[in-house]
């Protein structure tokens, strides 16, 4: 698998330094307790930050300071790490281990997981409500609208609900589909929406956005599906082949690995074609597209 371009390297390293950097300043001292200990092992260090690059590459392309995004794409980062969270419980998917170190129910105790979870999710909420992320009080309503949505039972953990609901049922390609535009693609659209409302794009302008961040949702999971299927645990730094043993019906499950990566790869061409409207201050969004197919972890 190839590996990413450098205009993409240079894009992943610096979201990575900067969420961190941010993470660090933002989130309670580790000083101030065990909550902030456990809050900070969850948010700090590991992860691709997929969702702040995202987030940050479409508001760079409608000129939107880069410390704003910056604030914004915490705030999403927060909501993914405490999906993390929670999905790593043993009620969940029972994980050790995230991201090369152990999850936090295994480091911290299952009762303090479900906390940081919560304290996570308010946190978001918090960043984006605060005037340092916008001076426009419509921009950080609407922030706070889109990411909600996006989180709740009309986004992801409704796609989690759906998903324990599915272990062991026979699920056919289309409620796949449905199952995995909430649970991993309704995060990843929030990501271009919030860049695009950050940068007062109006609704009717962000339409080809949409179908760029629907197509890499979609070609995203059914990458994490072959991955899961065909990867190296070590370098996805989590606990593999998972989703068979659970009875969990997956992309290669039905489509079987090459139609899915074929399918996969089809999705990201769409989803650059979606960008056909933007020059070169698209890119970074057109290369971390092709990524998302060719990735090792």
Known sequence: ??????????SLD???????????????PAEAGLLAGAMRHAA??????????????????FGVNRTQALRAGVAIEAVHAYSLVHDDL???????????????????????????G???QAFAFEVLSDQATSGDPFVRAELVAVLARAAGAGGMVGGQALDIAAEGAMLDLRAITRLQQLKTGALLGAAVEMGAVLGKVPPEGRTHLRGFARDIGLAFQIADDLLDAQGDEAKAGKALR??????KATFVGLM???????QAQMLTSQAVAHLSSHGQEADVLRELARYI?????
């Open 1 to 10: 698998m190839a590996g990413p371009t450098a205009l993409l390297s240079e």
């Open 14 to 28: 610096a979201i990575a330094r900067d969420i961190d950097s941010l993470f660090d300043a933002l989130l309670p």
């Open 44 to 61: 700090i260090g590991g992860g691709k930050r997929l969702r702040p690059l995202l987030l940050g590459a479409t508001a760079a392309m």
């Open 90 to 116: 043993p009620c969940m998917d029972d994980d050790a281990l995230r991201h090369g170190k152990p999850t936090v129910h295994k480091a911290f105790g299952e009762a303090m997981a479900v906390l940081v």
């Open 118 to 120: 919560d304290a996570l």
């Open 242 to 247: 998972k989703d068979a043993g659970a009875g």
């Open 256 to 262: 079987g690995a090459e139609r899915a990566r074929e």
């Open 293 to 297: 197919v060719e990735r090792d972890h």
